[in-house]
Structure formats: C-alpha cells, structure tokens
C-alpha cells in the first residue's frame, strides 16, 4: 500500500485549535482501521486516537479525550484530527497509520487502535508545536 501523507500541521500558542488531515489511497476505507499517533522527542510512539471506517466507532487515548475529535470525510477521502485546546505537551510529531481489517474490525480496532505495532501503512509525519 502507497505511504499515507499528513498536512496541518504548525506552531501555535497554547490554547488553539488545529486540524490535521491525512490522505492516501484506499481512504477512508470501511474495511480499514485508521489512527493518529505521535512521537515527541526522547519518548515513544503513542496512539492518539483511532476510528474504524465501517461503522465510525473511536477511541482516544485519555489525555486528549474531549479535546481531540477523528473523523472521515469520504467527500474529500481525508481522516482528520481536529485539536482543540492545544497544550504544550501536546507537542509531537503526529503521524497517521491505517491496517486493513476486513474481519470483526470494529471490535479488534477498538481493542488494538493505539498500538502502533499493528498498523502496515504510515505517513511521514507533521510537526504540531504548541508554546505556552
């Protein structure tokens, strides 16, 4: 599968929004469970958030929920991070990842979504900075 390219990414002051958004080919899928992770300096790759194309369920790591929105725009073929209220330690490199999973993948999304060992196709990644 072709790499996946991610775009919105920037430096902004904490406390505002940015969006990103990831585009490759084959998404979004309804047989394709596709994440957001991110990986600051020193630390390990971290998932952020995932949502499987079939029937939209999500999951988000628990220091972004309520702040962070995925979604699929099948109209523009995107997978979107919408990030409000940006935080200092919200700064990273968020990356954008996606596995088929033509089998129960709803449930095996939701149960190995934030692990980025299980995820076959990646992006190169975008900078979020968020200063205080």
């Known amino acids: 599968q072709e790499p996946l390219v991610e775009s919105g990414g920037g430096s902004v002051q904490a406390g505002s929004p940015l969006t990103l958004s990831c585009v490759g080919s084959?998404?979004?899928?309804?047989?394709?469970?596709m994440a957001w992770f991110r990986q600051a300096p020193g630390k390990e790759r971290e998932g952020v958030a995932s949502?499987?194309?079939?029937?939209?369920?999500?999951r988000y790591t628990d220091s972004v929920k309520g702040r962070f929105t995925i979604s699929q725009d099948n109209a523009k073929r995107t997978l979107n991070l919408q990030m409000n209220n940006l935080q200092p330690e919200d700064s990273a490199i968020y990356y954008c990842a996606a596995v088929s999973l033509p089998f129960a993948g709803s449930k095996i999304c939701g149960q190995v979504g934030l692990s980025p060992d299980r995820f076959n196709t990646w992006g190169q990644g975008t900078q979020v900075t968020a200063s205080s």
């Open positions: 949502l499987y194309g079939g029937d939209g369920s999500t």
């Open positions: 084959g998404l979004p899928s309804s047989t394709t469970c």
